[in-house]
T-cell receptor
Framework: EAGVTQSPTHLIKTRGQQVTLRCSPI?????VYWYQQALGLGLQFLLW???????NRGNFPPRFSGRQFPNYSSELNVNALELEDSALYLC????????????FGNGTRLTVT | GEDVEQSLFLSVREGDSSVINCTYT??????LYWYKQEPGAGLQLLTY?????DMKQDQRLTVLLNKKDKHLSLRIADTQTGDSAIYFC??????????FGGGTRVLVKP
C-alpha cells in the first residue's frame, strides 16, 4: 500500500513569490493535515481538511491556504513568501475515524531566499 | 490547548535500554502517540496508547502512561544504531489536531 506522497520534495523560491505544495493521502483516508516544521521550532499545525472542507487552522496568517479535492488529495498554497517560511512542510492523512492515527509523508523542503 | 513537553537529548549505548519522557497538559487527550523522524524524512508512527490503558508493549517498544501525572514514556529495549533519530510524542487536543512535543534527539553510541 502506498503511503502519503508529497510533491515536490524540494523547492527554492524567492521572497514575495507564491508556492503550491501537493499531497496524496493513503488510499481510503479522507482527512488531510498540514504541518510546518521550521528549524528549531518543532511541528506547528497549519490546516486540517476533511471531506473537502477546512475544519481547523492553526495560528498562521491568511496567506497560508489550501484545499482538498473530491479524491481527498490536497494542496497547500503560500502567498507572498517570507524568509521565515523556509521549512519542511509535512502532510498527514488518516481514516474517517477521528481516533485513527495520522500517517505522514516525507515532506516538501521549502527554501525561501 | 494541549501543551506537550519533552527532554531535548538522550545519549545511550548500543544494546542498552532508552527511555524517552513526555508530559502533556490536556487530560482529555484520548490517544497519545509516539513518532520517529530520521534525517531528511517525515514522521513514522511507532505506536500509540489509548488513555484508558497504563501500558502497551510492541516488540522492543513499551509505552507507559501515568494519567495522574500526565506523563508518557517510551522505552526502547536493546537500542540499536538504527534507533538514532528524533522521537516526538503527540496528544490529540480540541479541534481534532495533534499537538507535538519539541522532539527528543536520541543518539546511539556503538
Amino acid at each position: 500500500e502506498a503511503g502519503v506522497t508529497q510533491s515536490p520534495t524540494h523547492l527554492i523560491k524567492t521572497r514575495g513569490q507564491q508556492v503550491t505544495l501537493r499531497c496524496s493521502p493513503i488510499s481510503g483516508h479522507t482527512s488531510v493535515y498540514w504541518y510546518q516544521q521550521a528549524l528549531g521550532l518543532g511541528l506547528q499545525f497549519l490546516l486540517w481538511y476533511d471531506e473537502g472542507e477546512e475544519r481547523n487552522r492553526g495560528n498562521f496568517p491568511p496567506r497560508f491556504s489550501g484545499r482538498q479535492f473530491p479524491n481527498y488529495s490536497s494542496e497547500l498554497n503560500v502567498n507572498a513568501l517570507e524568509l521565515e517560511d523556509s521549512a519542511l512542510y509535512l502532510c498527514a492523512s488518516r481514516l474517517r475515524d477521528r481516533n485513527s492515527p495520522l500517517h505522514f509523508g516525507n515532506g516538501t523542503r521549502l527554501t525561501v531566499t | 490547548g494541549e501543551d506537550v513537553e519533552q527532554s531535548l537529548f538522550l545519549s545511550v549505548r548500543e544494546g542498552d535500554s532508552s527511555v524517552i519522557n513526555c508530559t502533556y497538559t490536556d487530560s482529555s487527550s484520548t490517544y497519545l502517540y509516539w513518532y520517529k523522524q530520521e534525517p531528511g524524512a517525515g514522521l513514522q508512527l511507532l505506536t500509540y496508547i489509548f488513555s484508558n490503558m497504563d501500558m502497551k508493549q510492541d516488540q522492543r517498544l513499551t509505552v507507559l502512561l501515568n494519567k495522574k501525572d500526565k506523563h508518557l514514556s517510551l522505552r526502547i529495549a536493546d537500542t540499536q544504531t538504527g534507533d538514532s533519530a528524533i522521537y516526538f510524542c503527540a496528544g490529540k487536543a480540541a479541534g481534532n489536531k495533534l499537538t507535538f512535543g519539541g522532539g527528543t534527539r536520541v543518539l546511539v553510541k556503538p
